[in-house]
Antibody, heavy 123, light 108 residues
């Protein structure tokens, strides 16, 4: 059974760096064809994809946020970490991590999601 | 940047058929995926690779594709199907993930 859970601060100040950790079970990021992605959702708004990392350390970022994002994996700990720099109130959102299934080398889809964690950016 | 376009809202009566569309140029060469999201919950995958259905998803959910438009069809809509629905795909190169703006399905 695949499960994922996000953890990190619930409140960050503007200009600070956000660090979120996704801890998962039921799969390994050392297995070929496996990935983990981050997606966020501002209150009342649509889903927005942020980043992806695959078993082979292939990393992909949203073009609009690429300069602010870093995604890494700790395979032995079954964790994926996302950092986002220079946080702003518009970054207030629920942040989800999800198990990714690439399709023929393309970005693919997300079949298992964490419960999400609400991050508020405010001074 | 690449975009997927969905209608903001769709309304149907119980037992009727709901159709939610998603359009984007890259859909002609990239698969589409659909998610259902109920208030306060994480999204749930309801179709993948245009028309495949994950285990546990009711048969009334189906997906189809035609050119640059994909459609999620919910046959015999039930009250429990009231939710936001998001399409997802990739850009033309397959590198980046893109979500549509979401469609709120209201069951009258």
């Amino acid at each position: 059974q695949i499960t994922l859970k996000e953890s990190g601060p619930t409140l960050v100040k503007p200009t600070q760096t956000l660090t979120l950790t996704c801890t998962f079970s039921g799969f390994s990021l050392s297995t070929s064809g496996v990935g983990v992605g981050w997606i966020r959702q501002p209150p009342g708004k649509a889903l927005e994809w942020l980043a992806l990392i695959y078993w082979n350390d292939d990393k992909r970022y949203s073009p609009s946020l690429k300069s602010r994002l870093t995604i890494t994996k700790e395979t032995s700990k079954n964790q994926v970490v996302l950092t986002m720099t220079n946080m702003d109130p518009v970054d207030t959102a629920t942040y989800y991590c999800a198990h990714s299934v690439p399709i023929y080398g393309t970005a693919g889809y997300f079949d298992y999601w964490g419960q999400g964690t609400l991050v508020t950016v405010s001074s | 940047s690449y975009e997927l376009t969905q209608p903001p809202s769709v309304s149907v009566s119980p037992g009727q058929t709901a159709r939610i569309t998603c359009s984007g140029d890259a859909l002609a060469k990239q698969y589409a995926y659909w998610y259902q999201q109920k208030p306060g919950q994480a999204p749930v995958l309801v179709t993948y690779k245009d028309s495949e259905r994950p285990s546990g998803i009711p048969e009334r959910f189906s997906g189809s594709s035609s050119g640059t438009t994909v459609t999620l069809t919910i046959s015999g809509v039930q009250a429990e199907d009231e939710a936001d629905y998001y399409c997802q795909s990739a850009d033309s190169s397959g590198t980046y993930v893109v979500f549509g703006g979401g469609t709120k399905l209201t069951v009258l």
